[in-house]
C-alpha cells in the first residue's frame, strides 16, 4: 500500500521505479538529460541500504566529480538516515581506486604511503628523463609526453603493452621507452599520477586472482552515474569487479558524452550489452527539469547528430518561455546584456544561485568578470579559477607589474625563472642577499650582480638578458600602446613560447587566456590603470554564503540544473571550438553539438542562447557568424533578437551560402560555410499525453553495420 511505500520510492515514476527495483542482473538506463537518472540511481542505492540487500561497504557507487558524491551522500542520508554511515566506495573512480591501491600497493611496487604526482611534479620528472635520454624538449615537449602517457594509462595500457606504431607518437619511436623508464622512476620514488591510480589497480586485478576475488565478492552491486563518459581502463575495472555477483547498474545519456578528448568511449554503452547478456535495458522518457521550449530546442539540435541510439522526451512541465537567442554587436554588449537579464532575474525576486553562465572556453569568463565587478554583480566559478587567479595570467601580470614598477619584488621572484631559463634558487638567493645588504629592490640587485663575480656561467648570462630585456620593456613602456607591449613582451620572453610548443588542450586554453588579457588590457588608458583594475578585481571575493551567479565551462555543468542558463558565444570558431573545426572531422563536430545539448538542458526555466557580430582579436574587430548550432534550433521553440541595426543583413548574407557544416571556418574572418536556419531537421512534434518532443530522428542511422549490435535490447 502506499502508506508503506518507504520515503525514496515517492514520487517515482514505472520506470524509475524498476531501475531502483531491479536489483539484481545487470542493469543499462539510457536516457535524456533531465530525466532523473541520477535521482534514481540515488534511490536505488537507499533502497539496497534500506532494506538490507546490502552493506554500505558492499555497494561501489561511481560518481563523476567529488561534488556529485558529497549530493548523492547526502541524499541517501535523508532518505534511510543513520544506516547510511559509511558508504566508503561512494566516489570518483579516481578516489575509489586510490583508497584501493592504499592497501594492495606493494604488489605495484609501491608503499601504502605512496605520493600522488600533480602535473607540474610530473612534468618535472618527465623533463629529467627526456634529457637524460639526449632527446630534444623544445622539439618533443615534455607535456606531449604527459599526455601521451595519459592516454596509454585511460586505454590501460601499461609499458609493454606499447608497440612501435603507438611508440611512434614521441621522438621518432621513443615513445614507449620513456614510458618505461617514467613508470620505473615513480615507483622508485613511490609516487604515482593521476592515471596510475586506476592503471594499477586494473594491473593488480588482472595478476592477483586472490585481490580480484576479495573485491568481486565484496561489491555485492555496483552503479556508475554518466556512464556515457568512461573510458577503457575504467570499463575493464568496472567488468572485472562485476563478474562475480553481476548486479551492475549504468546509467547514462549517449547524447552527453562530451569527454573523448580525455579518453572517454561512448561505445562503453554499447559493449555493456555485449559483455552482460541479458541486460535489462530501462528507458526514461518524462523529462522533469526543463520547460517544452528548453526541450524542443536542444532536442533540435541534438537531432543533427549521426549514429544516436535515439530516445523519446516528454514532459508535463507548462510550456514557458520560448528560448531566447539574443543577437548582439560584440562581447563587451554580451556581458552587458546578460548582466541586465539577470538584474531583471534578481528583481522578479528568484535568486541568484540559480542562474548560471555556461561558456565553451575558459578564457570567456574575463569579459563577464569585469563586468559584474563593475556592476557588483555577485559571481563565483566553478570548476575552475578566476581569470586573474589563473596561473598564466598570474605570470603574465607579473612580467607587467615588472616593468610598471621596479620595486615590486613579488613580481620579480615569480618571473624570475618563468620560462625556465636556468636561474635557480642559488643564484635567486644570491640576487636577495645582495638586495637585503644593500637596500634595493631585487630588479637592481640583479642588475648590479652582474658587474660582480658572484654569478658565473649560464647563469649570469641568462639573468643578464632578463635585465636587458626588463630594461627594454620600460623603455617600450612609454612609446608603445601597453596592449602592444604586453604582446611583445610575452613573446620575447619565451612566455607564449613555453605553452606553443605544447599543443595540449591545456595550453591552448592557457594561450587563449593570454589573448584575453591582452585584449582586456586594450580597455584601459594605461598600464597603470589596468593594473590597479586587476589588483581591485582579485580583492572582490564576496561571501562564498550570498546567492551568487555561477560562471562555468559547459563541461563542469554535467549533471546540474539551473532556474536559468545562458549560453554566450554561439559564433562559430567559438562554439563549435575552432579545434573542432580544424580538425575537421564529423566527430569533433559532433561532440561540439553535444556539448550544446548539456548547455541547454541545464535550464529548467528559461535558456537565453547569445551571439555576438563582432569579436576583438588583438585589437582588431573581426566579425563572426552565429554558431550554426543557433541555425539548428527549431524556430518555433526560440524567440530571436538582434540588437545590432547591421544584424539583418550579416545575418542574410551568411544564410544564402551553402551549407557545408566540415568545411573550416578561419576564426573570426567572417568568411566560412555559414549557417542555415533549418527547419527543426527531424525534430517533429506530436502531441503525446501532454507535450511530446520527439528527438530520434537519426536513430535511423543506426542501420550502418558495426553499429547493428547497438540497438540490441533498444527500442529505437
Ligand atoms: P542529467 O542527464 O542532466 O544528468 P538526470 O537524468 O540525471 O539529468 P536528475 O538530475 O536526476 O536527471 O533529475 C532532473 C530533475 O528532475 C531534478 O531536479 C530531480 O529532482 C527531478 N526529478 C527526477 N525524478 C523526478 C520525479 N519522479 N518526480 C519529480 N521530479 C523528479
Ligand atoms: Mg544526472
Not at 589588483?535 to 571575493?541: G, K, P, R, Y
Amino acid at each position: 500500500t502506499a502508506q508503506a511505500e518507504p520515503p525514496y520510492l515517492r514520487g517515482l515514476n514505472p520506470p524509475q521505479r524498476e531501475a531502483v527495483l531491479t536489483t539484481d542482473g545487470p542493469v543499462l538506463i539510457i536516457a535524456g538529460a533531465g530525466t532523473g537518472k541520477t535521482a534514481a540511481l540515488t534511490a536505488r542505492l537507499a533502497h539496497l541500504i534500506f532494506t538490507r540487500k546490502a552493506w554500505p561497504s558492499e555497494i561501489l557507487s561511481v560518481t563523476f566529480t567529488n561534488k556529485a558524491a558529497r549530493e548523492m551522500r547526502e541524499r541517501v542520508g535523508r532518505l534511510v538516515g543513520d544506516a547510511v554511515e559509511g558508504m566508503p566506495w561512494l566516489g570518483t573512480f579516481h578516489a575509489i581506486a586510490a583508497k584501493m591501491l592504499r592497501r594492495h600497493a606493494e604488489l605495484v611496487g609501491l608503499q601504502s604511503n605512496f605520493t600522488i604526482l600533480d602535473t607540474d611534479d610530473q612534468l618535472r620528472l618527465l623533463k629529467q628523463l627526456i634529457l637524460a635520454a639526449d632527446i630534444d624538449e623544445k622539439r618533443f615537449p615534455a607535456r606531449s609526453l604527459a599526455g601521451l602517457i595519459d592516454q596509454w594509462k585511460n586505454k590501460g595500457l601499461v609499458p609493454a603493452d606499447i608497440d612501435a606504431g603507438e611508440s611512434e607518437r614521441y621522438a621518432n619511436g621513443r615513445g614507449g621507452e620513456l614510458y618505461a623508464q617514467y613508470q620505473a622512476r615513480l615507483v622508485a620514488l613511490n609516487a604515482c599520477d593521476f592515471g596510475d591510480l586506476l592503471l594499477h589497480m586494473l594491473v593488480i586485478l588482472k595478476r592477483h586472482r586472490d585481490v580480484l576475488a576479495i573485491y568481486q565478492q565484496r561489491f555485492k552491486y555496483i552503479m556508475v552515474d554518466e556512464y556515457q563518459d568512461t573510458n577503457s581502463s575504467q570499463y575493464l575495472w568496472l567488468r572485472l569487479l562485476a563478474q562475480e555477483h553481476k548486479n551492475i547498474a549504468c546509467v547514462g545519456d549517449d547524447d552527453q558524452s562530451i569527454y573523448s578528448w580525455r579518453g572517454a568511449q561512448v561505445e562503453n554503452i554499447l559493449k555493456f550489452e555485449r559483455d552482460f547478456p541479458g541486460a535489462k535495458v530501462i528507458r526514461l522518457e518524462q523529462n522533469y527539469r526543463s520547460t517544452p521550449h528548453i526541450l524542443g530546442a536542444a532536442s533540435g539540435v541534438i537531432a543533427n547528430n549521426g549514429g544516436r541510439l535515439g530516445k523519446q522526451l516528454w514532459t508535463e512541465l507548462d510550456v514557458g518561455e520560448k528560448v531566447k537567442v539574443i543577437g548582439v554587436w560584440d562581447g563587451p554588449e554580451e556581458a552587458r546584456r546578460v548582466g541586465e537579464e539577470i538584474d531583471a532575474v534578481r528583481r522578479s525576486g528568484k535568486s541568484l544561485d540559480e542562474v548560471a553562465i555556461l561558456v565553451r572556453a575558459q578564457h570567456q569568463t574575463r569579459e563577464f568578470e569585469d563586468r559584474f565587478i563593475a556592476i557588483g554583480m555577485p559571481y563565483k566559478i566553478v570548476g575552475g579559477f578566476r581569470f586573474y587567479e589563473r596561473a598564466e595570467i598570474r605570470d603574465a601580470l607579473a612580467y607587467l607589474r615588472v616593468v610598471n614598477q621596479p620595486a615590486d619584488d613579488l613580481a620579480f621572484e615569480r618571473i624570475v625563472n618563468v620560462p625556465k631559463r636556468g636561474l635557480g634558487d642559488k643564484a635567486v638567493a644570491k640576487v636577495h642577499q645582495l638586495a637585503r645588504a644593500t637596500g634595493v629592490p631585487l630588479t637592481t640587485a640583479a642588475a648590479r650582480i652582474l658587474d660582480t663575480d658572484e654569478l658565473t656561467g649560464a647563469a649570469k648570462k641568462s639573468l643578464g638578458r632578463l635585465v636587458g630585456d626588463i630594461a627594454r620593456w620600460r623603455d617600450m613602456a612609454s612609446s608603445l600602446p601597453h596592449a602592444e607591449l604586453a604582446r611583445q613582451l610575452l613573446d620575447e620572453s619565451g612566455y607564449t613560447a613555453m605553452y606553443q610548443a605544447e599543443k595540449s588542450v591545456e595550453a591552448t586554453g592557457r594561450l587563449e587566456n593570454l589573448s584575453e588579457l591582452v585584449r582586456a588590457m586594450e580597455e584601459y588608458d594605461s598600464l597603470g590603470a589596468f593594473l590597479e583594475h586587476v589588483s581591485l578585481v582579485m580583492d572582490n571575493e564576496g561571501g562564498a554564503q550570498d546567492p551568487q551567479v555561477t560562471i562555468m565551462t559547459i563541461h563542469a555543468a554535467k549533471g546540474l540544473e539551473y532556474d536559468t542558463v545562458f549560453c554566450v558565444g554561439w559564433e562559430e570558431g567559438l562554439f563549435p571550438s575552432q579545434r573542432s573545426l580544424d580538425e575537421g572531422g564529423v566527430k569533433s563536430l559532433e561532440e561540439e553539438r553535444r556539448l550544446a545539448y548539456v548547455a541547454i538542458t541545464r535550464a529548467r526555466r528559461l535558456a537565453v542562447i547569445i551571439h555576438a557580430a563582432n569579436r576583438r582579436i588583438y585589437g582588431q574587430w573581426n566579425s563572426s557568424i552565429p554558431s550554426r548550432f543557433v541555425g539548428e534550433l527549431p524556430d518555433e521553440h526560440i524567440d530571436a533578437e538582434t540588437t545590432m541595426s547591421g544584424g539583418a543583413s550579416l545575418w542574410q548574407a551568411n544564410w544564402s551560402e551553402k551549407a557545408d557544416p566540415f568545411a573550416d571556418v578561419a576564426r573570426g574572418t567572417g568568411r566560412g560555410p555559414g549557417w542555415q536556419r533549418a527547419a527543426s531537421p527531424g525534430s517533429t512534434f506530436s502531441s503525446k499525453p501532454s507535450r511530446v518532443v520527439e528527438s530520434r530522428a537519426s536513430a535511423v542511422s543506426l542501420g550502418n553495420k558495426g553499429r547493428d549490435d547497438l540497438s540490441v535490447g533498444m527500442r529505437v
